[in-house]
């Protein structure tokens, strides 16, 4: 995406999030500017390559919400998470169908073993090495009659 693209989207977004901020906390606008600006979720928006920036103004506001006091979520629960809704949504199934799946086939730490592989491919080969794991037909192989 080219980079004035990308920074208008990081402004549309950033925008409403401080607004929310404003709304739901009840400090002054230019405090609502410098704690999002300094929150991990701001840090990773601004990362074009993260993909925040993909996600709404009002998820992005419960991440910081959520996160403004503690630990943010590891890059691998953060990815585990997409992996779960993706794939339930490739077989589809319900993302809790899914986690039961993964876990009934001791998938789960197998999964976070392969973050560094996983997040650099397109999700379709995560979703072909997990029908493989969970011997399931690989939907991309199927003839639709």
Do not use: C
């Not at 693209?5 to 950033?14: A, D, G, N």
């Not at 809704?85 to 809790?96: C, H, I, P």
């Amino acid at each position: 995406m080219p980079k004035k693209k990308f920074h208008t989207f990081v402004y549309l977004i950033t925008k409403k999030v401080v607004r929310m901020i404003i709304e739901n906390e009840d400090i002054s606008e230019l405090d609502a500017i410098q704690a999002f600006y300094q929150s991990e979720v701001y840090q990773l928006l601004e990362i074009e390559e993260t993909k925040y920036w993909w996600l709404s103004p009002e998820i992005l506001y419960e991440e910081y919400a959520l996160n403004k006091g503690g630990t943010f979520m590891s890059k691998e629960s953060d990815f585990f998470i997409l992996l779960v809704e993706t794939y339930a949504n490739y077989r589809d199934l319900k993302g809790s169908e899914i986690l039961q799946l993964f876990k009934e086939k001791n998938l789960v730490s197998y999964i976070y073993d392969m973050y560094e592989q996983y997040h650099i491919e397109t999700l379709q080969n995560a979703f072909d090495d997990l029908d493989k794991q969970l011997e399931l037909p690989t939907k991309r192989n199927q003839r639709t009659n």
